[in-house]
């Protein structure tokens, strides 16, 4: 607790315990399953050429 006071420590410790994680965040799908196509159209793929870039 970094706070100046005792008193704003113990607000914040108290703001810990009034909101303790309850979601479960395992997941027994593969993230790729969930990918939608249209989502991933959009992105860009190609990398633009570089004129000036010397490739050798």
Do not use: F, G, W
């Amino acid at each position: 607790m970094d706070s100046e006071t005792p008193e704003a420590d113990a607000a914040e410790q108290a703001r810990h315990a009034e909101d303790p994680v309850t979601e479960d965040v395992t997941s027994d799908t593969d993230p790729v399953d969930e990918a939608d196509p249209a989502d991933l159209a959009d992105q860009r793929t190609d990398v633009p050429v570089d004129e000036d870039y010397d490739r050798e």
